[in-house]
């Protein structure tokens, strides 16, 4: 069983930084996909990013591109998403997600396992 637990969320002003930690344990995580999405209210959940474990191959979403960094830990199985520039429309629940495959990893329903999720609130 995976265990996901994130951290780091909070309330911050528009053009700040902020990084979220997802720490996970339960499995050696070496051929899974790990990924961030995030919800709104009244929202779908959307693809933030994600990365394959074994080769730390990146994926964004194309509102974070250029923006957000997602990263990873080997030896302490954690992982990161690092937020510069947080604009109000970033406002969301952030959920870290695993899966043991690599395909399709924008998809939230394919995603096995899932943090609790964390609050991440930009003020204009």
């Known amino acids: 069983q995976v265990q996901l637990v994130e951290s780091g969320g909070g309330l911050v002003q528009a053009g700040d930084s902020l990084r979220l930690s997802c720490a996970a344990s339960?499995?050696?995580?070496?051929?899974?996909?790990l990924g961030w999405f995030r919800q709104a209210p009244g929202k779908e959940r959307e693809f933030v990013a994600a990365?394959?474990?074994?080769?730390?191959?990146?994926y964004y979403g194309d509102s974070v591109k250029g923006r957000f960094t997602i990263s990873r830990d080997n030896a302490q199985d954690i992982m990161y998403l690092q937020m510069n520039s947080l604009k109000p429309e970033d406002t969301a629940v952030y959920y870290c997600?695993?899966?043991?495959?690599?395909?399709?990893?924008?998809?939230?329903?394919?995603?096995?396992?899932w943090g609790q999720g964390t609050q991440v609130t930009v003020s204009s």
């Open positions: 997600a695993a899966k043991s495959d690599s395909g399709n990893y924008y998809r939230w329903d394919l995603f096995d396992y």
């Open positions: 339960g499995r050696t995580f070496s051929w899974y996909t």
């Open positions: 990365i394959r474990w074994s080769i730390s191959s990146t």
